[in-house]
């Protein structure tokens, strides 16, 4: 359960004075040690370690989503080795914001270590959720709700959270205290002067920070490409305003869930040209009820209604607000457009609005729904043709400002591609911040501050752990190859039962092949392939026939220079002998 008073031993209760002091002085020998453990070298799976005094806070825990070729991977979390060996020094958990890539590996983390998770409320109410997923009250974590401009001090760390602007409400970034300076983290932020909900990025406090001194500047790098400022949230609404009020039919909006911003204004929008609100999807439902109870989503009640109520409506009269924005294939937008939806089904008259950005691995499942939902004869805009989404991320000015603001003496560009935390290091450089002080590290490194400066110093185990249903870390390289080989070049099991008393085959060989040949010719290759085990057979030596795995391996690596050879394919090969 969400706690804010009273706060556990050493943090401040929220409606404490806030505490703008430095932490207490430790020793002068002391250094800072930042250690990212995911979101460097890749958009997503965000997650730092800073370590000072022999205790360690962590900021973000985030998943990163897998592309085609993990077949069968739901998620991808950070490799927890190096804080499994250190978890009697830690001491708590900070989040950013409540985006997947910066909470949803969470209920993981969680798994392993039982420290305090300290984030805002919508952050922390977003988590709650997912936790009571699987977790009982009695077995929630301590959740501890931070307020912008309060400094929270655990061990040698003084975390003070500041306000910043993103695609998601209630962000923050961290000024992190300890005897070594202090270090900001930026967290992901745009520079958004308009915001929605008029709370504003904490500029104020950002040049104040700067005038006290900082030692080292972490920063969203993800649009470090995109040149000029970013555009504001207010924007989309001018383009959704035009596209709900000439939509003929219904109206479908794709969005992310979590986008709370951009739920409250096509909601204001539709309810402005006389629609009804029906949102759909689990996570969208979650996160439009979390977001109502913490006063950041502002709909009337009796605008909304259930989605198998939207049939009793005229077309023109709803909006619809859903999940599949990525086109996930289990998706409400996709069940929709190929017309598995238990209520709606995509058809002439409707209007599908795409209002997201395109995660890089994702482009051909959303050209494949655009597609179906064209088939089905539906309008639909998305971001390549229509001004209906714009990105929560620093452009390169937005950047710009930060260090200026700031005016840090070290430079550690995060959050994003190698790419990305290049263009990001380039732009450091432009505004005068000497290429020894920027640090272009990767996952794993130790970057460490003391009073000589900030160096690498060393590496810590750092990847990626795969989940696969509920197996966690348990799928490795050699599982995924034999999915892949199993997706291209199919498999063929053979069945061979032999005498105890002679060794001779008495049954079989029986070959069964899947995903090899057509159908059509299922039988002829399966014949070719009994006369090549009869060969195998035949042509193996005495004390290769009387050890089973010996003569497994055998006919195994015979049937695969077979298939090579023959074919020009690799299928996987299972040989079972039996003994009777």
Same mark, same amino acid.
């Given at each position: 359960?969400?706690?804010?008073? @009273?706060?556990?031993?050493?943090?401040?209760?929220?409606?404490?004075t806030?505490?703008?002091?430095s932490?207490?002085t430790?020793?002068?020998?002391?250094?800072?040690?930042?250690?990212?453990?995911?979101g460097?070298?890749?958009?997503?799976?965000?997650?730092?370690? *800073?370590?000072?005094?022999?205790?360690?806070?962590?900021?973000?825990? $985030?998943?990163?989503?897998?592309?085609?070729?993990?077949?069968?991977?739901?998620?991808i979390?950070?490799?927890?080795?190096y804080?499994?060996e250190?978890?009697?020094?830690?001491?708590?958990?900070f989040?950013?914001?409540?985006?997947?890539?910066?909470? $949803?590996?969470v209920? *993981?983390?969680?798994? /392993?270590?039982d420290?305090?998770?300290? $984030?805002?409320?919508?952050?922390?109410?977003l988590?709650?959720?997912?936790?009571?997923?699987?977790?009982?009250?009695?077995?929630?974590?301590?959740?501890?709700?931070?307020?912008?401009?309060?400094?929270?001090? !655990?061990?040698?760390?003084?975390?003070?959270?500041?306000?910043?602007?993103h695609?998601?409400?209630?962000?923050?970034?961290?000024?992190?205290?300890?005897?070594?300076?202090?270090?900001? &983290?930026?967290?992901?932020?745009?520079?958004?002067?308009?915001?929605?909900?008029?709370?504003?990025?904490?500029?104020?406090?950002?040049?104040?920070?700067?005038e006290?001194?900082?030692?080292?500047?972490?920063?969203?790098?993800?649009?470090?490409?995109?040149?000029g400022?970013?555009?504001? /949230?207010?924007?989309? $609404?001018?383009?959704?305003?035009?596209?709900?009020?000439?939509a003929?039919?219904?109206?479908?909006?794709?969005?992310?869930?979590?986008?709370?911003h951009?739920?409250?204004?096509?909601?204001?929008?539709?309810?402005? &040209?006389g629609r009804?609100?029906?949102?759909n999807?689990?996570?969208m439902?979650?996160? *439009?009820?979390?977001?109502?109870?913490?006063? &950041?989503?502002?709909?009337?009640?009796?605008k909304?209604?259930k989605i198998?109520?939207?049939?009793?409506?005229?077309?023109?009269?709803v909006?619809?607000?859903t999940?599949?924005?990525?086109? /996930?294939? !289990?998706?409400?937008?996709? %069940?929709?457009?190929?017309?598995?939806h238990?209520?709606?089904?995509?058809?002439?008259?409707?209007t599908?609005?795409l209002?997201?950005?395109?995660? @890089?691995?994702?482009?051909?499942?959303?050209? %494949?729904?655009?597609?179906?939902?064209?088939?089905?004869?539906?309008?639909?805009?998305f971001?390549?043709?229509?001004?209906? &989404?714009?990105?929560?991320?620093?452009?390169?000015?937005d950047?710009?400002? !930060?260090? %200026?603001?700031l005016?840090?003496?070290?430079?550690?560009?995060?959050?994003?591609e190698?790419r990305?935390?290049?263009?990001?290091a380039?732009?450091?450089?432009?505004?005068?911040?000497?290429?020894?002080?920027?640090?272009?590290?990767?996952?794993?490194?130790?970057?460490?501050?003391?009073?000589?400066g900030?160096?690498?110093?060393?590496?810590?185990?750092?990847?990626r752990?795969l989940i696969?249903?509920?197996?966690?870390?348990?799928?490795?390289?050699?599982?995924?190859?034999?999915?892949?080989?199993?997706?291209?070049?199919? !498999?063929?099991?053979?069945?061979?039962?032999?005498?105890?008393?002679?060794?001779?085959?008495?049954?079989?060989?029986?070959?069964?092949?899947?995903g090899?040949?057509?159908?059509?010719?299922?039988?002829?290759?399966?014949?070719?392939?009994?006369?090549?085990?009869?060969l195998?057979?035949?042509?193996?030596?005495?004390?290769?026939?009387?050890?089973?795995?010996?003569l497994?391996?055998?006919?195994?690596n015979?049937?695969?220079?077979?298939?090579?050879?023959?074919?020009?394919?690799?299928?996987m090969?299972?040989?079972v002998?039996?003994e009777?």
């Amino acid at each position: 359960m969400t706690e804010t008073d @009273p706060a556990p031993t050493g943090l401040p209760s929220p409606d404490t004075t806030p505490s703008l002091s430095s932490p207490e002085t430790f020793s002068s020998g002391s250094s800072l040690k930042i250690i990212p453990l995911g979101g460097l070298g890749e958009v997503g799976m965000n997650m730092t370690v *800073y370590e000072t005094e022999g205790r360690i806070i962590v900021v973000d825990c $985030g998943v990163l989503f897998p592309e085609d070729d993990l077949l069968g991977i739901d998620l991808i979390i950070p490799d927890f080795s190096y804080l499994m060996e250190n978890r009697d020094r830690i001491l708590g958990l900070f989040l950013t914001h409540g985006h997947e890539d910066h909470i $949803g590996a969470v209920p *993981y983390f969680l798994r /392993e270590f039982d420290v305090p998770v300290l $984030g805002t409320p919508l952050t922390l109410g977003l988590l709650e959720s997912k936790l009571r997923q699987t977790r009982k009250p009695e077995e929630m974590p301590k959740l501890i709700t931070l307020t912008p401009r309060q400094e929270y001090l !655990m061990g040698p760390f003084g975390v003070e959270p500041i306000r910043i602007t993103h695609s998601i409400a209630d962000g923050v970034a961290f000024a992190i205290r300890t005897s070594s300076g202090t270090v900001l &983290h930026t967290g992901d932020f745009k520079i958004d002067l308009t915001p929605i909900d008029d709370l504003h990025i904490d500029i104020h406090r950002f040049c104040t920070l700067g005038e006290e001194g900082i030692v080292a500047l972490l920063s969203d790098s993800t649009n470090s490409e995109k040149e000029g400022l970013s555009l504001s /949230e207010k924007l989309v $609404g001018e383009n959704l305003d035009r596209f709900i009020r000439d939509a003929p039919g219904r109206v479908i909006v794709s969005t992310f869930s979590s986008n709370i911003h951009r739920l409250q204004q096509v909601a204001d929008v539709a309810i402005r &040209h006389g629609r009804s609100i029906a949102f759909n999807g689990r996570s969208m439902e979650t996160n *439009y009820r979390v977001a109502s109870e913490l006063g &950041h989503l502002h709909i009337p009640a009796d605008k909304v209604i259930k989605i198998d109520a939207v049939s009793s409506l005229p077309p023109e009269k709803v909006a619809i607000l859903t999940t599949g924005s990525q086109g /996930e294939p !289990m998706s409400g937008l996709f %069940r929709m457009a190929v017309s598995d939806h238990k209520h709606i089904s995509i058809g002439p008259g409707d209007t599908v609005l795409l209002s997201s950005r395109v995660i @890089p691995g994702n482009e051909r499942a959303i050209d %494949r729904i655009i597609n179906l939902l064209l088939r089905k004869g539906a309008m639909v805009h998305f971001r390549a043709i229509s001004d209906i &989404h714009v990105s929560g991320h620093a452009s390169a000015e937005d950047q710009k400002l !930060m260090i %200026r603001m700031l005016r840090p003496r070290h430079f550690v560009p995060i959050h994003g591609e190698f790419r990305h935390l290049s263009a990001h290091a380039r732009t450091a450089r432009k505004m005068g911040i000497p290429p020894e002080r920027i640090h272009q590290i990767e996952n794993g490194d130790v970057l460490e501050i003391d009073r000589e400066g900030a160096h690498v110093s060393g590496r810590v185990a750092a990847g990626r752990t795969l989940i696969d249903g509920k197996n966690v870390g348990e799928i490795g390289e050699g599982v995924i190859r034999d999915r892949k080989r199993l997706a291209s070049d199919g !498999m063929v099991t053979v069945i061979l039962g032999l005498s105890r008393q002679n060794g001779e085959i008495v049954v079989g060989p029986e070959v069964f092949s899947r995903g090899v040949a057509p159908q059509e010719r299922s039988a002829e290759l399966d014949g070719l392939v009994r006369a090549q085990v009869q060969l195998a057979f035949d042509a193996a030596e005495p004390e290769i026939r009387s050890e089973i795995p010996a003569l497994k391996t055998r006919i195994h690596n015979h049937l695969r220079k077979f298939f090579k050879k023959q074919f020009h394919r690799d299928p996987m090969i299972l040989p079972v002998i039996l003994e009777s």
